[in-house]
């Protein structure tokens, strides 16, 4: 079973075997309104926990994304490329943004649990 994980700045990363994939919360979404554009980062790049790894841009504003974890990136969502919008469909399914491999347990174990961050909300 796979657990979701949170940051502060409202990205996600859920562990799905060797992989996690990343994206951007629900409630982050619902607070950008429509996607109109992602700008997604190269295969192969190697992204820290913290640091932007690319943009969305909705009809009110352009936010950064900031890697909730460290690793290397083995996949991209090309979908969001014609398809901006299924983030707002499925932010925390359909809509994930990047795969990584290699991702630190301690950057995986300082991310928020569901809980917390439903607190923070």
Known sequence: ??????????EWARK???????????HAQDE?????????????????A?????????VKAASDLYAPVSGE???V????QDEPGLINQ????EGWII????????DWNALMTEADYKAIL
């Open 1 to 10: 079973m796979s657990e979701t994980r949170y940051t502060k700045t409202h």
């Open 16 to 26: 799905e075997g060797e992989k996690v994939l990343v994206g951007i919360s629900q």
């Open 32 to 48: 950008l309104g429509d996607i109109v554009y992602v700008e997604l980062p190269s295969m192969g790049a190697c992204i820290n």
């Open 50 to 58: 913290g640091q932007p790894f690319g943009v969305v841009e909705s």
């Open 73 to 75: 990136i083995i996949a």
């Open 77 to 80: 969502n090309d979908r969001l």
């Open 90 to 93: 499925d932010a925390e399914g």
């Open 99 to 106: 795969a990584l491999k290699d991702v630190p347990d301690a």
